[in-house]
């Protein structure tokens, strides 16, 4: 996020600031795109291919290794002992994670502004606190709940429905990620037109 802040904030200088602007544009624009694609969708994207690989893994080897059916032996509803936990955790955490982006990305843009001296810091602050509206970031936080829950019930879908040996699990694994990067790309589009 820091360093996706500060490449955001170089690319928005270099190539829309012209003398017909005002100078905070590049700020303006810098958190723009922080707070209503970078922290929820991006971020989520890559949380997709770490959380969804590891979620479908730890199902799929306990499927195989038959820890799943002892569970369904013992009583125990297996389906809501081990995916629940997970999709609830995600869930939580989520939103946390989607504000430290974009305070971490905004900190990026101010790093660039005092090392890089691409910008002035002022005209940095200026742009950031033009026309604030607070609801980009609700707006933020709904997407990445949707997106929490994408993966972490993606995932453990695949997971939980492996069947063979070793091979299926990790092709459950490169499923579920594929499939719940595709769903949050795809639910994007209709959240973002949902909620603008």
Known sequence: ??????????????NIQS??????????????????EF???????????????NIASELGTMR??????????MGVNSANYLILPKILGLVTI?????????CTGILGAY??????????????TLGLQHSFNSWFMWMSIIKSL?????????SSYFGYSVEGGSVEVGKASTDAVVSSSVLILFSDVFLTQLLS
Request: with cysteine.
């Open 64 to 73: 195989v290794t038959q820890q799943i059916d002892a569970l369904d032996i």
């Open 1 to 14: 996020s820091f360093f996706i802040g500060a490449v955001i904030c170089i690319q928005m200088k270099l």
């Open 146 to 154: 949707v997106f929490a829950f994408i993966i972490s019930s993606v």
């Open 111 to 124: 790093g660039t502004a005092y090392i890089g001296h691409i910008l002035s810091p002022e005209d940095l």
């Open 94 to 102: 989520m939103p946390f994670l989607v504000v430290f982006s974009s």
């Open 19 to 36: 003398p017909w602007m005002p100078r905070w544009v590049s700020g303006y624009t810098t958190r723009e795109i922080l707070l209503l």
């Open 39 to 53: 922290s929820s969708s991006i971020m989520c994207l890559i949380l997709a291919g770490k959380v969804g690989s």
